[in-house]
């Protein structure tokens, strides 16, 4: 156990629909990082959240959103969905980036398939 | 887009042998990590270097950051069966603020 938390581990849904991915942090950690990992685009970085704030944006579809909430876990939502968006989506958590440690820790992932 | 580029794709070797990837960039970092991903999980850390030149081991696994800056390797020695997984190299540019971009990754089979 990583002690990054996310759920679900499976969602399965229709285009068109959608669907709220939920990820709590290690204890400590501020800062919380979505990547979305297909099998032609490896780890895509979306979007990096710190105690609450939107820090960086990677490439995200305008059809995705996400926040930090004030207990520090993230969510990240995604909405009319198409085939296409079918991947594992991963949260990572690091402390102070401001400090130098950039080694991530990786949550288990939420594999989503549209049909 | 990716903007590591890691070789080689994968690699089928026997147990006991040495493996050796790396990870090239047209751009500096100024961190290099190495991640292991298993089936069904997520990357776990391997090794963190942060600066040029450095060379860091974790048991059989030994990495080095790039005088350049714009490379790393990552070598196992004498791979087990337990090796087998994806491998990626990650890197930081200055003021991504913990931004990290990933390699596409390097696929390792041991067999016994």
């Known amino acids: 156990d990583s002690g990054v938390t996310q759920t679900p581990k499976h969602l399965i849904t229709a285009t068109g629909q959608r669907v709220t991915l939920r990820c709590s942090p290690r204890?400590?950690?501020?800062?919380v990082y979505w990547y979305q990992q297909s099998l032609d685009q490896g780890l895509q970085f979306l979007i990096q959240?710190?105690?609450?704030?939107?820090?960086a944006k990677g490439n995200i579809l305008e059809r995705f959103s996400a926040q930090q909430f004030p207990d520090l876990h993230s969510e990240l939502n995604l909405s009319s969905l198409e085939l296409g968006d079918s991947a594992l989506y991963f949260c990572?958590?690091?402390?102070?980036?401001?400090?130098?440690?950039?080694?991530?820790?990786f949550g288990s992932g939420t594999r989503l398939t549209v049909v | 887009g990716q903007q590591l580029n890691q070789s080689p794709q994968s690699m089928f070797i026997q147990e006991g042998e040495d493996v050796s990837m790396n990870c090239t960039s047209s751009?500096?970092?100024?961190?290099w990590l190495w991640y292991k991903q298993e089936p069904g999980e997520g990357p776990v850390l391997l090794i963190a270097?942060?600066?040029?030149?450095e060379l860091t081991s974790n048991g059989r696994l030994t990495a080095q950051f790039g005088i350049t800056r714009k490379d790393s390797f990552l070598n196992i020695s004498a791979s087990i069966p337990s090796d087998v997984g994806i491998y990626f190299c990650?890197?930081?540019?200055?003021?991504?603020?913990?931004?990290?971009?990933f390699g596409a990754g390097t696929q390792v089979v041991v067999t016994p």
């Open positions: 204890s400590g950690d501020l800062s």
């Open positions: 959240y710190y105690n609450g704030e939107e820090r």
């Open positions: 990650a890197g930081r540019q200055t003021d991504s603020w913990g931004k990290l971009q």
């Open positions: 270097l942060y600066k040029a030149g």
């Open positions: 751009s500096i970092f100024n961190t």
């Open positions: 990572a958590s690091s402390d102070r980036p401001e400090q130098g440690n950039y080694g991530y820790t």
